[in-house]
């Protein structure tokens, strides 16, 4: 929307915002899907949305599922999911913002068919209902008798100010990225309503725990299987070096590339650098390189870093001392990332160039630390202990 539209549509009241915004979808012949349905046969029954970052929340649901006692369905407003990761539902935030019939059938189909509710990045589940008022909406949503929990997913629960002062490479020591005086009441306010609350709460990453010490470290999950590979490593004369950057500013990409854009013009490295790839495609780029350039300025690692162990590959991060404490106890063995600063990209490059074989032995353990901690069961296992036999 242009700023100036967006002005004036912010002074017109929710009631006239609803109306506008419910006349246009009709006139598109929109019209919203319903809330998705359980298995009725299963005693616990899950919802879990609004944001699937990653495909977190569809993975999540599959993981608890396999315990046999639990039905799940997680749904996703489809402007956060442009990489089209899975998802049960998914409806446009137009509509769960500002579909009044929409809102009603939603607790409805929740209280009438659901009996617990995961919420995502402290995102309203119920959209526009009570203006997005996240207090009542838990207050309506537990009158109805469903339990619910929360899941920080990153920023939404990482104190800015808390962050920036324990990580010199924090992205949230400048403004180049994001201005950390904008986010900061933000996630001071999910911090507060979290903690009003009294719902258990859990985390993607283990580096959350430094904002949330009563959380429960959950995981993120991948398909191990969907990545592993018998291509060779570190056997050419040239080792290929990739990073694929969802966000080149909290991934470090202004620090890190030039470093590897170097080295490549030296001759030593193939350096090649991806954005925008399809994540059904990325399988077949990890397992034709022999580094991937992951993340260098949250002190945590994700997603991709999962990925990369499962295919075999060296992943080079930053990762905190805590976050390989933590994963570590419940892993029963180190996380095997090799630790990269951003001032010592060149360095670790040089050396895995120099002393292949050790390198070779840190990227051969990486898939059965994924299978250990990342492949579901243990996700699958906190949530069961901490929320849904509760």
């Not at 990045?121 to 339990?147: H, N, T, W």
């Not at 924090?170 to 009294?198: C, H, K, M, Q």
């Not at 990453?205 to 291509?231: M, Q, S, Y």
Request: glycine content about 8%; hydrophobic content about 40%.
């Amino acid at each position: 929307m242009h700023p100036a539209a967006e002005r004036l549509w912010k002074l017109v009241p929710k009631f006239g915002q609803d109306a506008i915004a419910s006349t246009v979808d009709r006139l598109k012949g929109v019209t919203p899907p319903p809330p998705p349905l359980p298995d009725e046969g299963k005693p616990v029954r899950l919802f879990i949305g609004p944001v699937n970052y990653a495909g977190q929340g569809y993975q999540w649901g599959r993981a608890v599922e396999t315990s046999g006692e639990v039905s799940s369905r997680n749904y996703v407003h489809d402007g956060n999911n442009v990489l089209h990761y899975p998802a049960d539902y998914t409806v446009s935030w137009r509509t769960t913002e500002h579909s009044r019939a929409w809102q009603r059938a939603m607790i409805d189909t929740l209280a009438e068919h659901y009996t617990h509710v995961l919420i995502e990045a402290c995102y309203p589940v119920l959209g526009g209902m009570f203006s997005g008022d996240m207090r009542r909406q838990i207050a309506r949503m537990r009158e109805a008798g469903l339990k619910v929990a929360f899941v920080g997913h990153g920023t939404d629960v990482r104190l800015p100010s808390r962050h920036a002062e324990l990580d010199e490479w924090s992205y949230f020591r400048d403004s180049e990225w994001v201005d950390p005086r904008l986010v900061e009441p933000v996630v001071a306010e999910n911090l507060r309503l979290i903690a009003d609350t009294g719902a258990p709460v859990f985390v993607s990453t283990a580096g959350l725990l430094l904002d949330l010490p009563e959380a429960h470290f959950l995981g993120v999950i991948i398909d191990p299987e969907r990545w592993a590979n018998d291509a060779p490593l570190l056997e050419r004369e040239r080792i290929k070096v990739v990073h694929a950057p969802t966000n080149p500013i909290p991934k470090g990409t202004t620090y890190v590339a030039p470093v590897a854009q170097k080295l490549h013009d030296e001759g030593l490295i193939e350096y090649v650098e991806l954005q925008g790839v399809p994540n059904h495609e990325m399988p077949a780029v990890f397992a034709d390189a022999d580094v991937v350039l992951d993340q260098f300025r949250s002190g945590d690692y994700g997603v991709a870093a999962c990925e990369v162990m499962a295919s075999g590959r060296i992943v080079l991060a930053h990762v905190s001392d805590q976050v390989r404490g933590e994963v570590e106890r419940h892993a029963g063995m180190p996380l095997p990332i090799h630790e990269t600063t951003v001032e010592c990209v060149e360095a670790t490059l040089r050396d895995i160039v120099a002393r292949r074989e050790h390198y070779r032995e840190i990227a051969r353990r990486g898939p059965e630390f994924v299978r250990r901690l990342h492949s579901g069961g243990f996700s699958r296992d906190v949530l069961m202990q901490n929320f849904l036999e509760a």
